[in-house]
């Protein structure tokens, strides 16, 4: 959950910086450029040009809120307790469990789901399989 929501600050984060490096749309040009673009020896370091990110998605008061539910969900999040140790008799019985619900599942599933499919065929095109 942390690293969602890590994810998601990072993203409004990378936003603001590129709506802050973008400079606003009447100081990109006239529009009178060439189409060729002429390269010579002055270019050597290759800058990537703004890119035109349109309005934002969202209103800076919005995404300052939002991260802060996000923060305040997180900082809930680290200081929930911790989970509690299984049961031993419940991992016990699990590991036991485990291989027999594999071998029924080997041996059932395909078949189940080859007759819903068919089932789900016959229904959509009215013709029986």
């Known amino acids: 959950m942390e690293d969602i929501l890590a994810s998601i600050k ?10 802050a490096a973008a400079p606003p749309p009447e100081m ?3 529009g009178e ?5 002429e390269l010579d020896q ?8 703004p890119v035109d990110l349109g309005p934002p998605l969202m209103e800076d008061d919005v995404a300052d809120e939002s991260r802060q ?10 200081s929930a307790p911790p989970v509690p140790q299984a049961n031993p ?4 019985v699990r590991e036991m469990l485990r291989p027999i619900l594999k071998q029924w599942l080997d041996d059932h599933l395909p ?7 068919k089932r789900e065929i016959h229904r959509i095109t009215g013709r029986p399989l």
Request: proline share 2%.
């Open 33 to 37: 450029e060439d189409d060729v673009l």
């Open 69 to 78: 539910r996000l923060e305040a969900l997180a900082a809930l999040a680290a």
């Open 89 to 92: 008799l419940e991992e016990m």
């Open 10 to 19: 990072r993203v409004i984060a990378e936003e603001k910086e590129i709506r």
């Open 111 to 117: 078949g189940i789901v080859d007759e819903h499919v």
């Open 28 to 30: 990109e040009g006239d």
């Open 42 to 49: 002055s270019m050597e370091a290759v800058t990537v040009p």
